[in-house]
């Protein structure tokens, strides 16, 4: 039987930053993985030379905890086009772009007939607090993103088929019914930096998280799945798959949402899922830009050619786009469905590309009504913990200061001991 300070359940973000952070104060840290390898959520697969993410990820360089936990050099981070290209429901393409990162774009979003006056000044109302106060319009009354567009105005074009959609794909959430205070939050983190994507996909960040934390004295052990968690006299005991019994002062349970509750018994938070297609293409597509489909004629939430970015993640002469829907119990799109709405956004050609992998991920993102909640207690029993982005907000910042936060907690206990 081994016997350990603290064990942490899970290598994905959480648990990864959680054992850099043990592992650097002196703790003895063993990291339990269910899967062959790191990185939870954020996984890269090469297939037939293409580079696959296990879903449709970005990664938003500006963030604080990003930024704090990994050198961002090391990952050749290449920034997307901070512009959209919308499919109207007359057929026609239209393009809105950054106008500072993208000032050649800027006759095209005029003239796109999106971004009308009274848009623009709801989207001033919604948008102005907290970008120059966040702190201020964090504290007042929080609300759907739904009732916070509605409150400002924003009920135009530019909200209906530009910012619904969009962020129906970062939130995987349709129905508008996201905490307005944590959209505003997100939308304001886009400001200071583009968002993009590691040059050999976004498994680099936790790969990245498992080097840092084998550095500083953390064993990250994979294919260990725990089958049980209970607590004995003044320890906890770990079984695992290959390692038998292991005892623990402390415990770290760093799991998916899905699966909190085979560990311990507390309610599942509620979860949103995605589905993903990739596609091979022999000829460039259309535009680098991301595509939305404003007139909502399918289940495709957006679009994006990532080679025309990162020409590394297709074969030379060949072309990788995603295609990124809602996805749920009672509605997981068809590859007919996809390939139909595919034709309206990226034209007849697309009937030719080649479908390499589907990727249903059910427990995509933690849901996040309102009120946004603040962050969930890390200890939640003598020497037993949680980390994960269901304890923050659902995204790679959440996760990256949950491991923190579950982390200082069990050293702040250890200090009381």
């Given at each position: ?8 359940i899970g290598a994905g973000l959480a648990g990864l930053r959680c054992a850099v952070e043990l592992a650097a104060r002196g703790r003895e840290v063993v990291v339990l993985e269910a899967g062959d390898r790191v990185g939870g959520r954020q996984r890269t697969d090469r297939v037939d030379g293409f580079t696959l993410d296990r879903g449709f990820h970005v990664l938003n360089t500006a963030y604080p905890a990003v930024r704090a936990s990994v050198d ?346």
């Open positions: 039987m081994q016997t350990h300070d603290v064990v942490v961002i050099d090391r990952l050749k981070v290449r920034a997307f086009p901070t512009a959209v290209r919308v499919r109207r429901a007359d057929g026609s393409m239209t393009t809105l772009g950054h106008p500072l990162r993208h000032p050649q774009l800027l006759p095209a979003t005029l003239a796109s007939g999106l971004a009308t006056p009274r848009d623009l000044a709801g989207l001033l109302r919604w948008f102005g607090p907290i970008a120059l106060r966040p702190r201020v319009a964090v504290t007042r009354a929080d609300r759907t993103i739904g009732e916070g567009w509605d409150a400002a105005g924003l009920t135009g074009p530019l909200r209906t088929d530009v910012l619904s959609p969009f962020f129906s794909g970062v939130l995987a959430d349709a129905s508008e019914s996201t905490s307005d205070t944590y959209v505003r939050l997100l939308a304001r983190s886009f400001l200071p930096a583009a968002a993009g994507l590691p040059r050999d996909g976004i498994g680099m960040l936790p790969r990245a998280l498992a080097s840092r934390a084998r550095a500083v004295g953390a064993d990250i052990r994979v294919g260990r799945a725990v089958s049980r968690l209970r607590r004995r006299e003044n320890r906890w005991e770990v079984r695992a798959l290959g390692e038998g019994r292991l005892l623990a002062r402390d415990v770290v349970v760093a799991v998916g949402a899905e699966a909190l509750n085979t560990l311990i018994d507390m309610p599942v938070p509620a979860t949103r899922g995605l589905q993903t297609w990739w596609f091979a293409a022999e000829e460039p597509p259309a535009s680098a830009i991301l595509t939305l489909d404003g007139a909502r004629e399918g289940p495709i939430v957006n679009s994006l050619a990532i080679s025309a970015t990162i020409p590394q993640a297709a074969p030379r002469g060949r072309h990788l786009i995603q295609a990124t829907c809602l996805r749920a119990p009672d509605r997981v799109a068809t590859e007919a469905d996809v390939r139909a709405q595919l034709s309206r956004m990226w034209g007849p050609g697309s009937a030719s590309w080649e479908l390499l992998r589907r990727d249903d991920i059910p427990h995509a993102l933690p849901a996040l009504p309102p009120p946004m909640r603040r962050p969930s207690p890390a200890r939640i029993a003598d020497g037993l913990y949680l980390a994960g982005d269901h304890r923050e907000t659902p995204s790679i910042q959440g996760a990256l200061v949950s491991g923190v936060r579950a982390a200082r907690s069990v050293l702040g206990a250890t200090v009381r001991r």
